[in-house]
């Protein structure tokens, strides 16, 4: 571990992280100024002095307390393992905004030609954690606003996506907001819009023929799935199961879900041996 002058500290371009708490940030530095820097940052060297990987935050707290240096520990990282390091250290502390971290997820992916299954076995994530982040930068300008400033909860952006097209999405993001709807009130209003009726959140429509203890089955399934789920019963007790999908990556998010579900359930460890 050494000490470097701040003067000598470059940003990363690549921090996955682009907005701080004001207030966290000087509390941070109050503690900064009593008790020190307690963990080091971790920086790369660059080709002018050093490169920070990991402590953006501590590093603003400490110009704000008045130091000059500040502990680092020194890596050699390529570009690639900058992001990767950053954005796990984020992930683990939970300071990333939904947004901030679809967008270091999308650049991962884009820059670095990975597929979804090995970017999440990179930070230890699951595929459809991965799909379902990225989804979230399809939302209409207005509604990621929200969503990163934590307005909007990402339950009820997941919730919004269900809907096809901006217009649409629009108008439910408008309704959830003017009447402060919760989650579950959220779902309840895009299943009604997705099923072409009325608009009210108490009178929802059940599908014909179906008890309500199977209408309660379908409306979970298409609040955790994000998308329209049907069941469909003949007199004989057979009938069809459908999932309904819009184009080939809502169906690639929905397979990979499904999957991810049944290795979860077979990796369950038995409770007859």
């Known amino acids: 571990m050494i ?8 940003e990363n371009p690549l921090q996955p992280r682009r907005h701080f708490d004001e207030a966290r940030l ?3 530095a109050e503690s ?17 002095g050093f490169r920070l990987v990991v402590g953006e935050r501590r590093c603003r707290a400490a110009r704000l307390a008045g130091l000059e240096k500040i502990p680092a520990l020194v890596r050699e990282l390529a570009d690639q393992q900058v ?3 950053a954005l796990i250290e984020n992930l683990q502390r939970e300071d990333l905004n939904p ?6 997820f999308s650049y991962l992916l884009r820059e670095h030609g990975l597929t979804h299954e090995q970017l999440a076995e990179r930070l230890g994530c699951s595929r459809p954690a991965i799909s379902n982040a990225i989804r979230l930068l399809s939302l209409p300008e207005e509604v990621r606003a929200d969503l990163q400033a ?8 997941r919730t919004i996506l269900a809907l096809e097209g901006e217009p649409a999405r629009l108008a439910a993001w408008r309704q959830m907001r003017e009447r402060e709807l919760s989650v579950r009130q959220a779902e309840e209003l895009v299943g009604r819009l997705l099923k072409g009726t009325s608009k009210s ?6 599908q014909g023929g179906l008890g309500p203890d199977w209408q309660e089955v379908v409306d979970q399934l298409q609040r955790d799935l994000g998308a329209e789920v049907r069941i469909l019963s003949k007199p004989n007790g057979r009938g069809r199961l459908e999932l309904h999908y819009r184009d080939q990556e809502e169906l ?8 991810y579900l049944g290795e979860r359930e077979s990796s369950r460890p038995s409770l007859v041996d």
């Open 201 to 206: 959140v108490k009178t929802p429509r059940r």
């Open 99 to 104: 947004i901030e971290e679809a967008h270091a």
């Open 26 to 28: 000087a509390d941070l």
């Open 83 to 85: 992001l990767e390091i």
């Open 252 to 259: 690639e998010r929905l397979v990979e879900m499904l999957i």
């Open 3 to 10: 000490e470097i002058p701040l003067g000598d500290l470059r």
């Open 32 to 48: 900064i100024r009593v008790h020190g820097v307690v963990q080091p940052v971790v920086v790369t060297r660059a080709v002018e």
């Open 150 to 157: 934590g307005i909007l909860s990402p339950g009820h952006a």
